[in-house]
């Protein structure tokens, strides 16, 4: 399953998959793909050097990256506690009503809230480059668009390739003129901040509008058959986030989640603003439905929403608190319905891929040759 720019990085499967779990990131690199730990949780640059030195150990020598979360613009003098003062106390009353709804403890005393939003700060993600580009990472991709001019010129000057998240055309092209090594496609399917457009429409129209720039599809894949339909769709290879959420090698330390995500189908998620405050599909919860009530405050802006509700998630997700506990998945959630390893993903990938192939082949009359 190789494309031209998998043999650029080295890989033997043009899978890139994404995760915030350092066990699943090696091993998707050693599975024969590209993992990709995502940064954003990371506040201390040591607790990103102490797993960047696992990787490193338990990669076998394969290339990985790193997913940061960047504004393309920066924001001077602004601190977290800056931002804080900015939420209005009804919004603050409201989480207070919600979580008492529930009966949700109270966090121990001194105990800090261990989901926080500090990581989309831009300051916080350029001590995650700092220690990062010590490590020989071979690409770095962005969540919120193009990151800064000085930072891909910075991943360029260390050979570093460069990648953007885009849900439109449009941003696709702004990628492009900004410098931008690699498109990620991301359609309206996918886990996490999405756009509207559906990954068979937004592939094509992506790959026209800026090749011949490397597209990666992603929103909604799972299985090899769309590996497959991705890469006729012009993709050089896919981008893949909530599959690797059931696999035994992530570690979402709540057993009730897992069962969740096990259980529900590709109809329990809902792109809702409650996590961050912009558009990001999860699974649909009774949080999720008290934040989207027309009844309810509504949410907050970026980061504001984020830094309002980062104690509550962390209370929900620490007593798994069952009406209220969910997490960013994509509609692919429908085909997780067993704990897998990575390497069994893999297996299932690419086993789907090349029956794929074969049956288009035999359609096509090519059976054989």
């Not at 991709?141 to 000057?157: C, F, K, W, Y």
Request: charged letters at 20%.
């Amino acid at each position: 399953m190789q494309t031209e720019l998998s043999k650029k990085l080295g890989v033997e499967h043009a899978i890139f998959g994404f995760t915030p779990f350092p066990a699943v990131a090696a091993a998707i690199s050693r599975a024969g793909g590209f993992g990709v730990l995502g940064a954003v949780r990371y506040t201390a640059p040591d607790d990103l050097k102490r797993d960047l030195d696992w990787i490193e150990a338990h990669v076998d020598g394969r290339p990985y990256g790193l997913d940061v979360v960047m504004p393309a613009k920066k924001v001077e003098g602004v601190t977290e506690a800056d931002v804080e003062a900015m939420i209005p106390e009804g919004h603050r009353q409201f989480v207070k009503d919600t979580l008492a709804k529930y009966g949700v403890p109270e966090l121990a005393e001194g105990e800090a809230a261990g989901w926080r939003i500090t990581g989309w700060m831009e300051q916080v993600a350029r001590t995650q480059l700092d220690v990062a580009f010590d490590y020989p990472i071979k690409l770095l991709a962005n969540a919120l668009g193009s990151p800064p001019a000085d930072v891909v010129e910075r991943a360029h000057d260390q050979g570093v390739l460069v990648a953007a998240l885009a849900g439109s055309a449009r941003h696709a092209r702004k990628h492009q003129q900004a410098g931008i090594d690699i498109i990620v496609a991301q359609g309206y399917e996918a886990g996490g901040h999405t756009g509207d457009i559906a990954s068979m429409v937004l592939t094509p129209e992506v790959v026209e509008a800026v090749a011949p720039l490397p597209v990666l599809a992603a929103g909604g894949i799972g299985s090899g058959p769309q590996v497959a339909a991705a890469l006729t769709l012009g993709a050089q290879g896919v981008w893949l986030g909530s599959i690797w959420l059931t696999t035994t090698e992530a570690d979402l330390h709540s057993p009730a989640l897992t069962e969740k995500l096990l259980a529900a189908g590709s109809g329990d998620t809902v792109r809702s603003r409650a996590l961050t405050g912009k558009p990001a599909r999860q699974l649909r919860t009774e949080w999720t439905d008290a934040w989207d009530d027309p009844n309810g405050p509504g949410t907050l802006p970026m980061p504001l929403q984020g830094l309002l509700v980062a104690e509550a998630v962390s209370r929900i997700q620490k007593y798994e608190v069952e009406p209220l506990l969910g997490t960013p998945v994509g509609q692919i959630v429908g085909r997780m319905n067993s704990e897998r390893s990575v390497q069994a993903v893999f297996d299932d990938l690419t086993r789907g891929f090349e029956q794929s192939v074969d049956r288009i082949n035999r359609i096509a009359g090519r059976s054989g040759q």
